[in-house]
């Protein structure tokens, strides 16, 4: 049964074609694809998918169930994933399954991990493990106060991308083990494994068990969800995680434009249209 | 990929705070479907681009599924899909370009990115069959005023002949209905308003003689603001009505007067108006006037067509597809400043 992965929730645009055999096989990686570029989601995505179905030598409507991670992540990207893979699976009539995209780095660690990632804004999305098992909700919070939380709850390593952001704030944290991926970081492409090359590589036990990912791996998330896309379950609505909400402030009531004392009246109006009209496309745009 | 002879287009249109999805299949409407999230915005007094973006992600599928419910058909019956591509808000944008990629991929069907305004053109085939080579169009909305002239929709880029230097006609709408006390979107009270009132205060009609088809509405939203101004101020109540009529008169004025001599400037003889504010009844009222005595020929679709929607995109692609243009590559940007 084929499974096309995604996620979009950190730098890294990844994509998988899984596919999930009987329980002593358990997943198999048949391809994926990982690029490094926080800005280009949008771009890359839609390529991506096509060349990974093109390498695993899969038409798209073999593909029987879609996995997204649903975030916590930068919004912009994060949506550029969700409704891709919402739409890809609603084309196909096939079902789209969310999962945290944290668990994606989280659930291939052991003992009390913190995974974390970059927020922006000088803050990091966060969650707690426990042998590679969630505990609780994913957070947002500023770096020092994450690390304060994590350390309260008897954990010594961090993992993610988004705890090297922040040496300072991590520095008393373990990092993962060295030999994983973690020479990912930087820009450019990294192909797994697909149907003509090392597939062997990936798929030995699984090709899921390997070294911690350093971001959510699009192919440990479709193992997350397997047992439930192998019984047919309802995947539920497919919601994002953004743990914010919008920025937008209601606004007062309209400035005067009527100077209370004497000014150079034609400057001054202009300024002020400048100035609204800039206020306009950092807040709101009229319809 | 197949070409049929009347292909189905599937229509995306995401740029601001409408998700719409339009079907189209030879220059047939089949399906028109739209959500809106103008409601959550309303009380901040202009579209939130976050919301606006998060709206669409939620409505984006719902809304190609009503679409294809409503005519009948499956995602497998598309033979190509149209999305806008820019200009609008780069958020909302990204939704409906990412969700035409992913149709078009698990379809393997053609993608078009096409232009929102080009698109705003484009709708008006679906009521009045093909327009005439060339044509003008004016596009006003909130975040347009654009005067163009369209060569061949499916063929040649349109040409920009003026748009507003400053605020668009819509965006000067809301700010006087937010002086005046009314609701976000400004547009419908101050016309309800209007038709009570008498357009007999001197508002400036700014750029109106200077030769170009540029517009400026800014000046006259603060016009609008220092007269009501000086009304508080002195204690007189504000004749709301009167203060409507006589700015929606200078915003229709202007807009008429440039539209029709830049038809006769470029020997055109049909004008095709567009966008939310052509929803309005004294531009509509006035451009037929003015129209019909410089004899030309005005084309407006009706207001469910003028405002944001699926179906003209749809509309586009369909021109485009059945004229041979070679599709967008997979890797379309979403491009808020998307030049014609």
Same mark, same amino acid.
């Given at each position: 049964?084929?499974?096309?992965?995604?996620?979009?929730?950190?730098?890294?645009?990844?994509?998988?074609?899984?596919?999930?055999?009987?329980?002593?096989?358990?997943?198999?990686? $048949?391809?994926?694809?990982?690029?490094?570029?926080? $800005?280009?989601?949008?771009?890359?995505?839609?390529?991506?998918?096509?060349?990974?179905?093109?390498?695993?030598?899969? $038409?798209?409507?073999?593909?029987?169930?879609?996995?997204?991670?649903?975030?916590?992540?930068?919004?912009?990207?994060?949506?550029?994933?969700?409704?891709?893979?919402?739409?890809?699976?609603?084309?196909?009539?096939?079902?789209?399954?969310?999962?945290?995209?944290?668990?994606?780095?989280?659930?291939?660690?052991?003992?009390?991990?913190?995974?974390?990632?970059?927020?922006?804004?000088?803050?990091?999305?966060?969650?707690?493990?426990?042998?590679?098992?969630?505990?609780?909700?994913?957070?947002?919070?500023?770096?020092?106060?994450?690390?304060?939380?994590?350390?309260?709850?008897?954990?010594?390593?961090?993992?993610?991308?988004?705890?090297?952001?922040?040496?300072?704030?991590?520095?008393g944290f373990g990092t993962p083990p060295a030999g994983g991926p973690g020479e990912l970081t930087g820009s450019g492409e990294q192909s797994g494994s697909d149907a003509q090359g090392g597939s062997g590589a990936q798929s030995g036990s699984g090709g899921l068990s390997g070294a911690e990912p350093e971001y959510p791996a699009p192919e440990v998330l479709a193992r997350l969800v397997a047992a439930d896309i192998v019984a047919g379950r309802d995947p539920g609505p497919l919601t994002p995680r953004y743990l914010r909400r919008p920025d937008a402030a209601e606004p007062r009531g309209p400035k005067a434009v009527t100077a209370s004392r004497p000014e150079p009246v034609r400057s001054a109006t202009a300024a002020t249209g400048t100035a609204s009209a800039g206020a306009a496309s950092a807040g709101t745009m009229p319809v | 990929m197949r070409t049929p002879a009347r292909p189905l287009v599937l229509g995306i249109e995401t740029s601001c705070d409408e998700t719409g999805v339009g079907l189209v299949r030879g220059g047939e409407l089949l399906a028109d479907a739209l959500a809106s999230s103008v409601d959550e915005h309303a009380r901040y007094g202009g579209v939130v681009p976050e919301i606006a973006a998060r709206a669409h992600l939620e409505a984006m599928v719902p809304t190609i599924e009503l679409a294809l419910d409503r005519a009948g058909l499956h995602p497998r019956d598309v033979d190509a899909v149209a999305v806008t591509s820019g200009p609008g808000l780069a958020g909302a944008l990204l939704v409906g370009v990412a969700a035409a990629k992913a149709y078009a991929l698990a379809l393997g069907v053609p993608l078009h990115g096409v232009h929102h305004l080009a698109a705003h053109v484009a709708v008006d085939t679906l009521e009045h069959g093909p327009l005439p080579r060339p044509a003008v169009a004016l596009l006003v909305s909130g975040g347009h005023s654009s005067l163009l002239l369209v060569p061949d929709l499916a063929a040649e880029p349109v040409e920009s002949l003026g748009a507003t230097v400053d605020d668009a006609a819509g965006e000067a709408y809301d700010k006087v209905a937010r002086l005046l006390g009314m609701p976000f979107p400004g547009g419908p009270p101050i016309d309800a308003a209007a038709r009570e009132g008498s357009p007999h205060i001197p508002f400036p009609r700014a750029k109106a003689g200077d @030769?170009?088809?540029?517009?400026?509405?800014?000046?006259?939203?603060?016009?609008?603001?220092?007269?009501?101004?000086?009304?508080?101020?002195?204690?007189?109540?504000?004749?709301?009505?009167?203060?409507?009529?006589?700015?929606?008169?200078?915003?229709?004025?202007?807009?008429?007067?440039?539209?029709?001599?830049?038809?006769?400037?470029?020997?055109?003889?049909?004008?095709?108006?567009? @966008?939310?504010?052509?929803?309005?009844?004294?531009?509509?009222?006035?451009?037929?006037?003015?129209?019909?005595?410089?004899?030309?020929?005005?084309?407006?679709p009706r207001p469910g067509l003028c405002t944001d929607n699926g179906a003209m995109v749809a509309a586009l692609g369909s021109l485009r597809v059945e004229a041979g243009v070679e599709p967008s590559p997979l890797d379309l940007p979403a491009s808020s400043t998307l030049a014609l």
């Open positions: 049964m084929l499974v096309l992965a995604l996620d979009t929730s950190t730098a890294a645009c990844a994509v998988a074609l899984v596919e999930l055999g009987a329980p002593p096989a358990g997943p198999l990686v $048949r391809a994926s694809r990982v690029v490094w570029d926080a $800005r280009r989601h949008g771009e890359l995505l839609a390529p991506m998918m096509r060349d990974v179905l093109a390498a695993a030598g899969v $038409r798209p409507p073999e593909v029987r169930a879609v996995v997204v991670g649903a975030g916590p992540g930068p919004f912009t990207s994060l949506r550029v994933g969700m409704v891709t893979g919402a739409a890809f699976a609603a084309a196909l009539g096939v079902p789209a399954y969310g999962v945290c995209s944290l668990d994606g780095i989280g659930a291939a660690t052991t003992g009390p991990v913190g995974v974390i990632t970059d927020a922006r804004r000088r803050e990091v999305f966060w969650a707690r493990y426990q042998d590679g098992t969630r505990v609780g909700e994913p957070g947002v919070g500023a770096p020092a106060t994450v690390a304060a939380d994590l350390r309260a709850a008897g954990v010594e390593r961090v993992t993610g991308p988004g705890a090297g952001l922040y040496p300072d704030a991590f520095a | @030769g170009t088809f540029d517009f400026s509405f800014s000046g006259l939203k603060t016009a609008v603001a220092r007269w009501v101004e000086a009304r508080r101020r002195a204690g007189e109540p504000v004749p709301v009505a009167d203060v409507a009529a006589s700015f929606q008169e200078a915003v229709a004025d202007v807009l008429t007067a440039k539209a029709v001599a830049a038809c006769r400037a470029h020997g055109v003889d049909t004008l095709v108006v567009g @966008g939310g504010v052509a929803a309005n009844s004294r531009l509509r009222a006035l451009a037929a006037l003015r129209c019909e005595a410089a004899g030309i020929t005005l084309r407006i």
